[in-house]
């Protein structure tokens, strides 16, 4: 029942990833960098302590007791995956919601699978599964062979993507994708999922923080909203300066003035995104505590995504007018990741 439970709150929480993009959809005459920021302030600096607030009450009180050496890892992991979640935006922008996610989901899921286990490599715990662990043991390795399939489903899904951009005129690929660009958008989605993955290591350095709330008498249902905290006030660093810097350049923090935009419409569609953005990792750990935070939950969540955004992509017509063969290219892609799911899935239960 407590499997089930976890697949259950893991599905919500990668439903709500997959779709968080879509109310930016909705925003009207801003650079990206402003309804980006704005979104952010919400899904890392507003909703996050709220949500702890409201299940942790106490979670200041345990942030402020723990050591500093655990709160400077678990901000450092914050501020990496920071920037592939600000690079993931950019994927998404240039290769759309079916291809950018698959890619850089793809990558973010395999390299979050082993990084816990390397982490236990480096600072070895009773009863966790290091990387050596993993090489030495058949589940192990079938986790690695799952995550070997999944590189291959993102080289297939990276395939389709080149299909697409010779198939169709520049003019038909930006009807769905107004800024589709598949060279730029790839090298970024690589580094997205590269550095989305240091999410799940931020999970790991903060773990204490999760204990200690319950150690305190809170529900474990809820313990990683105390990590969540930490983790994403790195996320807001790197956000907010490099977002700092663009409206500086491109002279966009005017967005926030100008009249002939609908201001608080665009506040409230970026709002709703980052809302809904922040949902994935509330229920990401709930259902974390259900299962723990190994190769299974993480390859969980990311599938869920990719299912979620694909699920988009084809409600937003991108890749409407490709042909069939292509279409079969991006849809064995899918298959073969999800492959790696089951893969994975299987591999940690051993």
Known sequence: MQAILGIIYHSIGGFASGSFYMPFNKVKGWAWESYW???????????????AWLTVPGF???IAASSSQILFFTFLMGLLWGVGGLSY???VRYLGMSLGNSVVLGFCAAFGAIVPSIYYNINPTVGKVSFTDMMA???GQLVLLGVFVCLVGIGIAGKAGMMKEGELSEEE???SVPEFSLVKGLIIAVLSGILSSFFNFGIEAGKPLAEAAVVAGFNPLFQNNVTFVVILWGGLTTNLIWTTILSLKNKSYKDFTNKATPISKNIMFAGLAGTIWFLQFFFYGMGESKLGNGASSWILHMSTIILTANMWGIY??????VAPK??????AGIVVILLSVVLVGIGNSM
């Open 316 to 321: 937003r017509k991108e890749w409407k007018g």
């Open 37 to 51: 920021i704005v979104g952010g302030v919400f899904s890392w600096l507003i909703v996050p302590p709220l949500a």
């Open 326 to 331: 292509t279409k079969w290219t991006i849809t």
């Open 173 to 175: 690929q930006k009807k």
């Open 89 to 91: 935006g950019l994927g």
């Open 60 to 62: 200041m009180q345990i």
């Open 137 to 139: 043991t058949p589940g």
